[in-house]
């Protein structure tokens, strides 16, 4: 019974992984989560592109006119989920490891899920990353979706 229980979480799972979910996750370096909006996910399912959801434009990282232009607002009145207006980070993708995703979940529960960003949200999201310098080349290549040919 256990295997069937655990097959059924592991689908639940998949089934809440998907582009412009919004998941908490933790971050090395951080001392608190932080909110994850899934991009892509390679065709096996072993990487996730994502960008961070911040409070406020971190001007000591985001440090020119550019990289400014590259921060998307989202609103409380929009995104019940969000806590005050925040913004999305599109200067960078990082890549984490899908499994680190689905552990997330299994172990600290779908609370950890915040939501899903709206279709045209997603969009302009993924217009704002493809306009960054600082994504390589080695990242477009492995997320097909996000960075078409």
Same mark, same amino acid.
């Given at each position: 019974?256990? $295997?069937?229980?655990?097959?059924?979480?592991?689908? !639940?799972?998949?089934?809440? %992984?998907?582009? $412009?979910?919004?998941?908490?996750?933790?971050?090395? $370096?951080?001392?608190?989560? @932080?909110?994850? %909006? &899934? +991009?892509? %996910?390679?065709?096996? #399912?072993?990487?996730?592109? !994502? &960008?961070?959801?911040?409070?406020?434009?971190?001007?000591?990282?985001?440090?020119?006119?550019? *990289?400014?232009?590259?921060?998307?607002?989202?609103?409380?009145?929009?995104?019940?989920?969000?806590?005050?207006?925040?913004?999305?980070?599109?200067?960078?993708?990082?890549?984490?490891?899908?499994? #680190?995703?689905?552990?997330? *979940?299994?172990?600290? $529960?779908? &609370?950890?899920? @915040?939501?899903? +960003?709206?279709?045209?949200?997603?969009? /302009?999201?993924?217009? *704002?990353?493809?306009?960054?310098?600082?994504?390589?080349? /080695?990242?477009?290549?492995?997320?097909?979706? *996000?960075?078409?040919?």
């Amino acid at each position: 019974m256990s $295997g069937l229980s655990s097959q059924f979480n592991n689908d !639940s799972i998949d089934n809440k %992984i998907k582009i $412009g979910s919004v998941i908490s996750v933790d971050c090395d $370096g951080i001392d608190h989560p @932080k909110w994850n %909006i &899934v +991009l892509d %996910i390679t065709d096996d #399912k072993c990487l996730i592109a !994502s &960008v961070f959801i911040n409070t406020d434009i971190n001007f000591k990282h985001i440090n020119s006119p550019e *990289l400014e232009t590259l921060q998307s607002p989202i609103e409380v009145k929009q995104y019940g989920f969000l806590d005050h207006d925040s913004f999305i980070d599109c200067s960078q993708v990082f890549e984490k490891p899908y499994e #680190k995703y689905k552990e997330t *979940l299994l172990n600290k $529960g779908i &609370v950890r899920k @915040k939501g899903d +960003l709206l279709e045209a949200d997603i969009e /302009k999201v993924y217009n *704002l990353v493809r306009k960054s310098k600082n994504v390589t080349g /080695k990242v477009k290549k492995k997320f097909a979706r *996000l960075f078409p040919k």
